[in-house]
């Protein structure tokens, strides 16, 4: 039987995790409990955030543990969806706004033809 692409997480890839670097996965789970911390933004949107920044960034661990975090924050699908769509434009976007370079390049090319 294949492996699966990403493996399931289990207690011994985290016991593996603390061992090869206890430190910085203690500061790293210090960190995210600070920025996950109720703040200027509530718990929500702060889960909310994040399950759109995990869509952008492709993590599958991150989408399945901050909609669970999302919707124990008290969001709803809908909201949840919502935020996925956020993202989805915000990466459509950054395609069509970086297009300028594709185009700068091509007068570019089309100036040193001439030359």
Known sequence: MDSPMYPHPTPELA???AELAP??????????????APGALDAKTKQLIAVAVAHVTQ?????????????????????????IWVAAEMRAGG?????????????????????
Do not use: N, W
């Open 59 to 83: 993590c599958p661990y991150c989408i399945k543990g901050h909609t669970e975090g999302a919707s124990r924050a008290g969001a709803s699908g809908a909201e949840i969806m919502e935020a």
């Open 95 to 115: 395609a069509y706004a970086h297009s300028a370079l594709a185009l700068q390049t091509l007068d570019e090319l089309a100036e040193r033809k001439k030359a």
């Open 23 to 36: 430190e910085a996965l203690s500061a790293f789970k210090a960190f995210s409990k600070a920025v996950f």
């Open 15 to 17: 016991r593996r995790r």
